[in-house]
């Protein structure tokens, strides 16, 4: 039904890319092998060639589901920014105690600690370095 | 045992909190087969004990003496805290979550971590990377998720209280599916800082104990404003939740939600509940029919909106700062982060995430509606009971749809308590209360009347 719905209406999505490229990547119902690619870039996530079947699959059933909300029709709802009610909520610009150096540094991987410091993977380096 | 028996003899000294103390971990090696904990802190729980056997007073805190276990989500100074993730195998907090913290000041004693699906992704305790949470009810079935193991470490009488969050029933669920009392309180009632995040506009953070008036006494301890978190109440007071437990619920207006009653139910859940039904209605409540008509639509909302925070919250896990590589994710939260990842995508935002904050919207003003006619909510809190181990881990979106019950509440930001109701084919059944936000008094009130009746 909801794959119907979106015939119907010959909707076209497209995906933004971290390289600020466009990628028209199907209907809304369809996943296909280079869709869970595109999202795993996206992600920062390694998929096995094996799991890339099993993730059509189940990612198509997910997002054609999730898709029923297109038969709503109610366009114009105000949404509220917290679900309680709470808005602009900020604190006192006052200084207080955050965790100290030496416990700031005790998760991390002894390899990345250099004088102290935390070494990153660079901002500009290819995204498998990270 | 209750909390609130064992507290009455430390109190009068006919047991000591180092028995306490080591008769639960007496329980957990009898139960090992639960696999109901990740870690267990033995050592630090035996001295907690011991100093308070030395130090105790009448007006020593709540839960003084009392062994209790966490969900392993809740971070613990200096004890490992996983959230059942292998990202997180080695981690060991620098600091406790604020809840840990008032847990602490109350003078309870932590003897473990327990197990959960991983990230709290999972209604079925299945997703953990340590393993499945069996059901004390039935080993070959699952205890249900994400807050596994705390609801069987409850229901097996290991601990009499062990936290859990509830981001879309995790804590209901697994207490319908065990036979104990779970709480999910308001969104903004406990504070959030400290819990390994799951989806942060929603995460309550609730508890598992035997009985409804343990469930009120824990509340008084967990409930407040925290510095910390932003979006827990500085404006509503906390009272003594426990002076509820046992009131008359006569005239109180009870709404019986008729959209969970229709198709997909176990038919003998459903005579538990119409059941629950008749008995408030002889104790003196009216008894009304009230319908949520966006609800249908809830699951669908919730797996676009939660998955976006998942993909948002786990983004932070690159093995930089703490925790293994992203490449240690599970399938579960892999197929959560991608999920979140499309929907939030340019070109897909609107149809899917915008969308679904509006439909988040209908569905709470359908909750606001019912609660003009009703004082509280009544239905079941799962459709069925506890299903068998891998019956559902080969299709995601079955497993989803177990939440059908339990995460409407979530997306509202409401309150609700599922109450043991009894069995089906030897299995617990729960019946769920659901109250206005900021409004659990009612959830004890009315659910303490439940308890009473079964």
Partial sequence: MVADVLKKENWSFRIKTSACLYATIGSMSTVDAETIDHLAKLSRLTIQTEEKNTLVTQLSDIITYIGRLSELRDSIIPVHETINGLQDVTRSDEPRDSLSPDLALQNVPTSRIRDHKIVVPGVFNSPTDL | ?454
């Fill in chain 2, 1 to 454: 045992m209750s909390l609130q028996t064992l507290r009455k003899q430390l109190h009068l000294k006919e047991v000591s909190s180092r028995e306490l103390v080591t008769q639960t971990f007496e329980k957990i090696k009898e139960n090992h087969e639960l696999n109901a904990f990740i870690t267990l802190c033995e050592k630090e729980a035996l001295e907690a004990a011991d100093h308070f056997d030395k130090n105790s007073t009448a007006s020593s805190g709540a839960l003084a003496g009392i062994p209790i276990a966490l969900k392993d989500a809740f971070s613990t100074k200096d004890i490992r805290t996983t959230a059942g993730s292998l990202v997180l195998d080695e981690y060991i907090p620098p600091y406790d979550a604020s809840v840990v913290k008032r847990l602490k000041w109350a003078g309870a004693i932590i003897v473990g971590k327990t197990n959960m699906d991983a990230w709290a992704h999972g209604s079925s305790g299945e997703n953990s990377d340590y393993g499945p949470t069996k059901n004390p009810h039935d080993l070959a079935r699952i205890a249900g998720g994400s807050s596994s193991g705390s609801a069987a470490a409850v229901a097996a009488g290991i601990v009499p209280m062990a936290t859990g969050t509830d981001t879309g029933g995790s804590v209901r669920l697994p207490a319908s599916f065990c036979g104990v009392v779970g709480l999910k309180p308001t969104y903004g009632r406990v504070s959030r800082y400290g819990i390994v995040a799951m989806g942060s506009s929603f995460d309550s953070i609730g508890h598992f104990t035997t009985t409804v008036h343990d469930s009120a006494a824990v509340l008084s301890v967990t409930a407040g404003h925290d510095f910390h978190d932003a979006t827990s109440s500085s404006s509503v007071p906390v009272p003594d939740y426990t002076e509820w437990v046992g009131k008359s619920v006569k005239g109180l207006r009870v709404g019986l939600i008729t959209d969970f009653l229709k198709e997909g139910i176990d038919p003998q859940i459903k005579v538990k509940v119409l059941q629950t039904a008749k008995e408030l209605e002889k104790a003196g409540c009216i008894v009304e029919e009230v319908s949520l008509p966006h609800v249908e639509y809830a699951m669908a909302c919730y797996y676009i909106l939660v998955p976006a925070e998942v993909s948002s919250n786990l983004a932070r896990y690159d093995g930089v700062r703490f925790g293994a590589g992203r490449e240690a994710f599970a399938d579960e939260a892999k197929r959560r982060i991608m999920t979140g990842t499309f929907t939030l995508s340019s070109g897909y935002y609107d149809a899917y995430y915008h969308k679904a904050t509006q439909v988040r919207q209908l569905i709470k003003q359908d909750f606001e509606n019912a609660f003009e006619a009703c004082d509280v909510l009544l239905g079941p809190t799962s459709p069925t009971t506890a299903f068998k181990l891998g019956e559902k881990t080969a299709d995601p979106l079955a497993m989803y749809l177990s939440d059908v019950y339990v995460c409407p509440m979530n997306l509202a930001g409401v309150p609700a308590l599922s109450i043991p109701a009894g069995t089906v084919d030897s299995l617990p059944v729960g019946v769920q209360v659901v109250a206005p936000q900021y409004r659990e008094e009612l959830l004890f009130q009315v659910g303490s009347k439940i308890e009473k009746m079964t």
